[in-house]
């Protein structure tokens, strides 16, 4: 994604024409690069791939520090001046574990409200540096202890009493400690953040730092005496050089995190434009539907509102198919349809409703996630329009003895005086409740309205039951589920004539 | 006569229905292609209203149009043609289904009637119905067989949204970058004409960002970058695995 990336494409053209720019296409992809931003390395990539790293490092010098203590235990090591080694092979041990504790920011945040105000402020300290490029405690006293550590096997005042090979197995180890732990400021992800960015006198030295850290070596394993003189020349040339590998090595980590940011630039350009449109097509077919139905003869009122709020429905549904995409574990189940209705009515309305937990667990599919959705705004909006004050919903697959398919069950029983009349029974062809009852008499179900004593409700004086069912229509994996698990589908049966057997929810 | 609608939303069924109420006509509703075999098998359909784009499904109209191709029911595509990415897939609609019409989510309920009604007659839609600004000329290349001659271009149309890079798109394409070249400068006009002929309304013109002015004063556009973009806008096309089906086993040879 970066400029350099897109120029090479023109660069073994055949044809030399000079590409013109499409108007429809946005200007950063028409001039061949992306926004700044994308090509520059990602800071949330660099802290991602530093936490990890630096953690991975401290365990590498711990491992070091663990081995130079082995080398002073072993048998023959015989330091001259023991507990001098084991003074300063303790620094080098407390900066790994400081370091340490830099990586546990829990831990540092749980510190600074300890009593002991060194610990308290030294917490402090490095919470406030995480994530910039500067010079901090747990930085210092790595630099110390891997001073301390190379200067106890060589240096102007080395340890006596140590062999030669235990003194050059402990060099090779202090030199390898000190490596890890400038590799770490090297990487740091404070270089590449843009909250705190590094100054600019910090900027300028990092490419000098390999030269740095190499001429630190030159001076910590010089031969100031004969002890230290045991490191052969070109163990101790190799040694001094091997800063001088960060040069590749910081290449292929600026590679890596622009990549990585290429990447994501590509993946969120294509997932925005996706969204766009799926957004746009939303939305405007929603509109289109409302302006065609508009256009007919003689509008009904309730028709208009409920493809109004079926407009609402849809833009609910995109922003969270935008929000969580594919992260959702079941975006069919009806606790959700009844989440995203219940949004599109107002606050008041929506206190009056409830539904029971069997039912907000119902796994359904696609299809009959469709029909469901189709089904409850409608018997919602009629009982309100009844006067309803307090309203059930039950949604239940009814598994069917024998060969015969499970069944969608829809329920809605409300507190209202009851309709005066069978919604889907009169009104306008195109009204909203004789399409609804079309439908599902296509896929084998019913729409029906009963007051409540008659629907066997006898804790009820009052109110209506209004039940929509439907034959389960979809089939496999993605198929409507009980909330216990067991998968209750059937394949797709629109019979022989589209037209399904009847049965009432009530009578199972 | 029925007519089965196949579209991922009901509510485009349900205005399919409103608009042939009282006509004769009966409007069945699917609301995914892998659902239409069934429904099909149960015959006495006289028409099929199509959708090109189905949400969540990982399926296209495509898919839809074999079907019913299958089963011997004419086809009319149902879709929303103000969406820039749905150029391509009405271009290979009408090219590998031979639909008899064309109608948007924008269209009335009168033009519905009058389609199905005109279908049911056995005669052809009139007017822009027939969706003729989508067909294949009579006569030379389609926009499929310019843009799509071979299996190896739609390798390279399918990974070219996420790279602008040649050498690493000739990786992912599992092609030679020399190939990648010819790509580009064969495509190029044909991606320019493209926009000529169907610029206009069914392209939405973004606006200019002053990040993207600077950088256009600064670098020059290359061809990669702007096919980039426009295999971006058509993504979900060239990542159609039925595409891909249509275009492997393609019979006849791509008029060039």
């Known amino acids: 994604m970066h400029g350099s990336d897109a120029d090479t494409g023109a660069g073994s053209r055949p044809t030399p024409r000079p590409a013109e720019p499409l108007p429809h296409l946005p200007a950063a992809a028409r001039s061949g690069v992306s926004t700044p931003e994308s090509s520059a390395p990602s800071y949330g990539v660099a802290l991602r791939a530093g936490t990890s790293l630096w953690r991975a490092g401290v365990y590498f010098r711990a491992a070091c520090v663990a081995g130079m203590w082995l080398l002073l235990v072993l048998p023959g090591a015989a330091a001259g001046q023991p507990l001098r080694a084991v003074a300063q092979l303790s620094v080098t041990s407390a900066a790994v574990l400081l370091a340490h504790l830099h990586t546990r920011l829990g ?297 015969a398919p499970p069944t969608v069950c829809l329920t809605v029983r409300d507190n209202g005086p009851g309709v005066a009349e069978d919604p889907a029974a009169g009104g306008p062809p195109h009204r909203s409740s004789r399409l609804l009852r079309h439908w599902l008499t296509v896929y084998g179900g019913e729409l029906t309205w009963r007051p409540a004593a008659a629907a066997g409700d006898v804790a009820r004086n009052s109110g209506t039951v209004a039940s929509a069912h439907w034959r389960a229509q979809d089939s496999g994996d993605r198929g409507t589920r009980s909330p216990a698990g067991e998968e209750q589908v059937q394949p797709p049966d629109f019979g022989e004539s589209g037209q399904g057997e009847h049965r009432s929810c009530e009578s199972w | 006569m029925r007519v089965v609608v196949i579209d991922n939303v009901m509510p485009a069924g349900e205005a399919v229905a409103r608009a042939l109420d009282g006509t004769g006509h009966e409007a069945v509703w699917v609301p995914a292609p892998r659902l239409l075999d069934g429904l099909l098998r149960t015959g006495g359909f006289g028409l099929a209203l199509v959708d090109l784009d189905f949400g969540r499904e990982p399926v296209s109209g495509l898919t839809a149009l074999r079907s019913l191709a299958g089963h011997g029911v004419p086809s009319v595509i149902y879709s929303a043609d103000s969406e820039e990415n749905r150029l391509l897939f009405l271009l290979a609609a009408f090219e590998f289904h031979s639909p008899v019409g064309l109608i948007t989510k924008e269209t009335t309920g009168a033009q519905i009637r009058e389609l199905v009604t005109a279908v049911g007659r056995g005669d052809r839609p009139s007017g822009p119905l027939r969706g003729d600004r989508y067909r294949p000329p009579a006569h030379g290349p389609s926009w499929l067989d310019r843009l799509l001659p071979t299996s190896v271009d739609l390798a390279i149309w399918e990974q070219l949204p996420y790279y602008t890079n040649r050498n690493v798109l000739a990786q992912t394409a599992h092609v030679h970058v020399k190939t990648v070249d010819k790509f580009l400068a064969r495509h190029w006009p044909h991606v320019e004409e493209l926009h000529r002929t169907f610029g206009g309304p069914a392209f939405l013109h973004p606006p200019e960002t002053a990040a993207g002015d600077a950088m256009l004063r600064q670098h020059r556009p290359s061809r990669l970058a702007q096919l980039h973009g426009f295999a971006r806008t058509h993504l979900r096309f060239f990542r159609d695995a039925e595409l891909r089906r249509l275009i492997t086993s393609r019979t006849h040879r791509p008029r060039t």
């Open chain 1, 107 to 403: 831990t540092l945040e749980r510190l600074t409200g300890a009593r002991l105000s060194p610990a308290r402020r030294l917490a402090a300290h490095l919470l406030g540096v995480n994530g910039r490029a500067t010079m901090d405690a747990s930085g210092f006293a790595e630099t110390a202890g891997a001073l301390s550590a190379l200067w106890l096997f060589t240096g102007p005042l080395p340890v006596p009493g140590l062999s030669p090979g235990i003194r050059i197995a402990g060099i090779v180890l202090g030199v390898l400690y000190s490596l890890s732990a400038a590799a770490q400021a090297m990487i740091d992800a404070g270089w590449y953040s843009p909250y705190q960015p590094p100054s600019r006198g910090l900027r300028r030295l990092r490419p000098l730092l390999p030269l740095v850290f190499s001429g630190m070596l030159v001076a910590y394993l010089f031969p100031y005496n004969g002890t230290a003189g045991v490191l052969p020349v070109p163990w101790y040339a190799a040694l001094c050089a091997t800063p001088l590998l960060y040069y590749p090595m910081w290449a292929c980590y600026e590679v890596l995190l622009r990549a990585a940011a290429a990447d994501e630039t590509a993946h969120r350009a294509v997932w925005r434009q996706e969204s766009a449109v799926a957004l746009h097509s939303i939305s405007r077919n929603s509109l289109s539907l409302l302006r065609q139905y508009l256009d007919e003869p003689d509008p009904d009122p309730q028709e208009v509102r409920r493809l109004v709020r079926e407009a609402m429905l849809q833009a609910e549904e995109a922003r969270l198919d935008i929000q969580y995409g594919s992260d959702r574990a079941d975006p069919h189940r009806f606790g959700e349809l009844w989440e995203l209705v219940l949004r599109t009515f107002p606050a008041p309305q929506q206190d009056c409703c409830t539904t029971d937990a069997d039912s907000a667990r119902l796994s359904l599919g696609p299809v009959d996630y469709q029909i469901a959705r189709r089904v409850l705004p409608d018997l919602l909006t009629n009982a309100f329009n009844a006067g309803a004050r307090r309203i059930e919903v039950s949604c239940a697959l009814r598994d069917a003895s024998g060969t």
